[in-house]
């Protein structure tokens, strides 16, 4: 099929891809000339596992390429999925004015019948504005359909070559078969293509998201009560997570979510909850309880120190919001930098791969470490925000001498906190009881 993606931000990177890899023939446009020319040489701007080869396969097949002559992508594709992005207004609603721009550029670059797809995260009613649009300026027939993603980053990639499933919102049997045809490769394995009114395909992604994002904030409640009560979280999350009812799945306690979904869908979902005049109160709990565990390793190493902290410094191993990927946007990480900045530290920070995002956010405000373990000579403490593989199972002799005191704020409990008072640490993780350092390990 001949496929245009408009937009190659991290959503229209991964669609453009895998399609391409399924034999279609993608033309992938957006406006921003430097970014275009890196993509045609195979320069992928985001770190996702597997992208870019993938893209570079296909580049190099003839079936994938990059264009800022968004109308010339249109008037070449019958499909043409819109992927650009929607940041959060000042009320926390969805801003379309860039969904709408590219609805409006379709519109008049029309020649034919088309099948329009938003792929964007959108509230609930913006396919009624895209139609709107689109029709205003073309006397040609648009199917305008919803097609939400499910696209975890740091597994982008395996998600959309082999999803659990595919949620299509149609408006006509024609664009029905022709998104069924286009999706079959993908579910050869028995995952379900759930058609539906597009009302109901706009709502479930952000049903979707802010599920999983209660789950995590129930999660660190449960979690900050064991700690009150003495009770390890690890066991109460075996305990509840095996009833088939509930599953595991998110389930882990921590410092937040953060990421470019779970942050702003759950402020447009509640945006929308309000504007149809039903409560919203569970989703705004929600988003009080996250930002609140956002400065839990803020606020532990304040208790630990004090206030102020000039003269001390602290090693940060983890900057992106999660493993394998370089996001940073709404990273726990920042909140705690900025709070020690804030309060007179020193910074030394290393990611495997959010170093140069790291930099766009903090520049020289920190100190950037080649390894991990640079960071800690001389550092007062080590606080960990993201569990990367490689930070699972290091050297603890070598933690421990290098650091002034062996001190370890844990966001992401890492380790065991028996194993880590043998080890001789001050211990802190989230939802489990700290023990006093035992050891002379080192």
Not at 66 to 89: K, N
Request: proline share 5%.
């Amino acid at each position: 099929m001949k496929v245009a993606v408009i937009g190659s931000g991290y959503v229209g990177l991964v669609v453009g891809a895998c399609l391409a890899e399924s034999g279609n023939d993608v033309v992938s446009g957006d406006i921003d000339e430097g970014k275009v020319e890196g993509l045609n040489q195979g320069e992928v701007p985001i770190y996702e596992p597997g992208l870019e080869r993938l893209a570079e396969n296909n580049l190099k097949a003839g079936r994938l390429r990059y264009t800022t002559d968004v109308v010339s992508a249109v008037r070449l594709s019958d499909i043409v999925f819109i992927a650009v992005g929607t940041p959060p207004g000042e009320d926390g609603s969805a801003d379309l004015q860039h969904v709408l721009a590219v609805a409006r550029t379709i519109g008049e670059a029309m020649n034919g019948e088309k099948i329009v797809i938003t792929k964007s995260t959108v509230p609930v009613g913006t396919a009624k504005l895209v139609r709107a649009e689109i029709e205003a300026h073309t006397d040609f027939t648009v199917h305008v359909c919803s097609n939400p993603e499910f696209l975890k980053e740091g597994a982008a990639v395996e998600d959309f070559m082999k999803p659990d499933r595919v949620v299509l919102g149609v408006d006509s049997e024609f664009a029905a078969e022709v998104l069924r045809d286009l999706y079959a490769p993908f579910v050869r394995s028995g995952a379900s293509i759930l058609l539906m009114d597009v009302p109901s395909a706009e709502i479930t992604k952000y049903a979707a998201n802010a599920m999983l994002a209660t789950r995590i904030s129930f999660m660190n409640t449960i979690a900050r009560l064991c700690e009150a009560a003495g009770a390890d979280v690890s066991h109460v999350r075996a305990g509840v997570g095996s009833d088939s009812r509930i599953g595991s799945s998110f389930l882990y306690p921590g410092i937040g979510y953060g990421g470019s979904c779970f942050p702003k869908d759950v402020k447009a979902l509640i945006s929308t909850i309000h504007e149809n005049g039903v409560d919203a109160s569970i989703l705004e709990a929600v988003e009080r309880t996250n930002d609140d565990q956002k400065r839990l390793l803020l606020d532990r190493v304040v208790a630990r120190f004090g206030e102020d902290l000039r003269g001390r410094s602290f090693a940060v191993w983890g900057l992106a919001f999660k493993p394998n990927t370089d996001d940073m946007r709404e990273a726990p990480s920042l909140v705690t930098i900025e709070g020690l900045l804030a309060r007179g530290a020193r910074v030394v920070a290393h990611d495997p791969a959010a170093m140069d995002e790291a930099r766009r956010h903090l520049g020289a405000r920190i100190t950037y470490a080649a390894t991990n373990y640079e960071t800690l000579t001389g550092a007062d403490a080590l606080v960990i925000h993201t569990e990367w593989q490689p930070y699972r199972n290091p050297d603890f002799a070598r933690i421990k001498s290098a650091l002034k005191e062996p001190v370890i704020f844990d966001g992401r409990n890492l380790w065991d906190p028996e194993d880590m008072a043998e080890h001789g640490f001050e211990y802190a993780c989230v939802g489990r009881r700290s023990l006093p350092p035992r050891g002379e390990e080192g």
